[in-house]
Every structure is written in structure tokens, then in C-alpha cells.
């Protein structure tokens, strides 16, 4: 069964920087899509960004530009390079794995950015 640790959260303030790994144990296979979630409180979760295992790579108009997610295969690990950050980025960032109808979730890493 494949489990996703999410880290690399924290305390940022507007216009830094902040990268999320979340780490995969188990195998990943040529069919799983990867994405990062997040989710503000009083709001819904929202697709941030996602990335199939040939690269391709999908993101939510509100981060285009500023955010650039990647994956290493080798490491079983998926990243999100988070720059410029603003205020309202700030929520719990989810990791998440799609595999056909199935869906996989981490625990959430709280990103936190401040004025």
C-alpha cells in the first residue's frame, strides 16, 4: 500500500520561498498521477498543481508562474518549488497520488506566510 509523508512546511514570508517534498513509499507506477493539494481554513481543498509520470505538469491560475512542481522517480519523492509566496498561499498542503480511481493523501504540511 503506498503511504505519502509530506515535509518542508513552515513559516514564510511574503515574496520568499519554501519547497514541499513528500516522500513515497512504495512503488509508483507509469499511470499515477502526482499533485499537490492545499487547503485554507473556511475553504475547500483545491488542486494546486500535478504531474504525470512523463512530465507533464497542470497548475491552478493562482500559482502560474511561482510555483514549478517535479518529480524524482529514482528518490520516489515529489516536490513543489513555492516562490513569491503570498499571503493568501497561506493553508495545509496536501500530497496527493491518483491512480486510476483511486486516491492516496498525506497527512498535510502547514505552510504559514506572513506580512
Known amino acids: 500500500q503506498v503511504q505519502l509523508v509530506e515535509s518542508g512546511g513552515g513559516l514564510v514570508q511574503a515574496g520568499g520561498s519554501l519547497t514541499l517534498s513528500c516522500a513515497v513509499s512504495g512503488n509508483i507506477f507509469s499511470v499515477d498521477i502526482m499533485g499537490w493539494y492545499r487547503q485554507a481554513p473556511g475553504l475547500q481543498r483545491e488542486l494546486v498543481a500535478s504531474i504525470t509520470n512523463g512530465g507533464r505538469t497542470n497548475y491552478v491560475d493562482s500559482v502560474k508562474g511561482r510555483f514549478t512542481i517535479s518529480r524524482d522517480n529514482a528518490k520516489n519523492t515529489v516536490y513543489l518549488k513555492m516562490n513569491s509566496v503570498k499571503l493568501e498561499d497561506t493553508a495545509v498542503y496536501y500530497c496527493?497520488?491518483?491512480?486510476?480511481?483511486?486516491?492516496?493523501w498525506g497527512q498535510g504540511t502547514q505552510v504559514t506566510v506572513s506580512s
Open positions: 496527493n497520488l491518483r491512480r486510476f480511481s483511486s486516491s492516496t
